[in-house]
């Protein structure tokens, strides 16, 4: 179920934010509006090299995963997460609140299926709405 809801949230956000850069690009032009708009860093969570850990060590990789996010989350960097449910190459989404790529690729790469092997990321500089910083984790 909670797959579910991320994934619904997901999408939900992405309509959000298509539908949001297209009407502050009519009324301004090209230029969205910075009190409504910002950059975030988005990374892909792809299937990293070495996904060979027994169940027991990659479930203990998983519950490392998971205390990174919300550590991240609690320290307002990750405002949103989830997988993907098609079980493809990547495997789900940071969006991250941070000043630069720089401390993007810090901060994912001290995740613990990075560490592994198990994920790598992928990760791009992204506009979105403002107000996704006010998603709670609670």
Do not use: C
């Amino acid at each position: 179920m909670k797959n579910n809801t991320f994934s619904l949230l997901i999408l939900g956000l992405l309509i959000l934010t298509g539908n949001q850069l297209s009407a502050q690009e009519s009324k301004k032009g090209n230029e969205p509006d910075p009190e409504k708009m910002t950059t975030y860093f988005m990374a892909f969570l792809k299937i990293g090299p070495d996904r060979s850990h027994d169940s027991v060590t990659a479930a203990k990789i998983q519950e490392g995963h998971m205390a990174h996010i919300m550590k991240m989350a609690g320290e307002k960097k990750l405002v949103l997460a989830g997988p993907f449910m098609d079980k493809g190459d990547i495997r789900g989404i940071f969006i991250l609140n941070v000043a630069t790529m720089e401390e993007a690729i810090e901060l994912t790469s001290q995740d613990p299926a990075v560490k592994a092997g198990r994920l790598s990321m992928e990760i791009h500089p992204w506009y979105g709405p403002v107000k996704l910083k006010e998603i709670n984790w609670d």
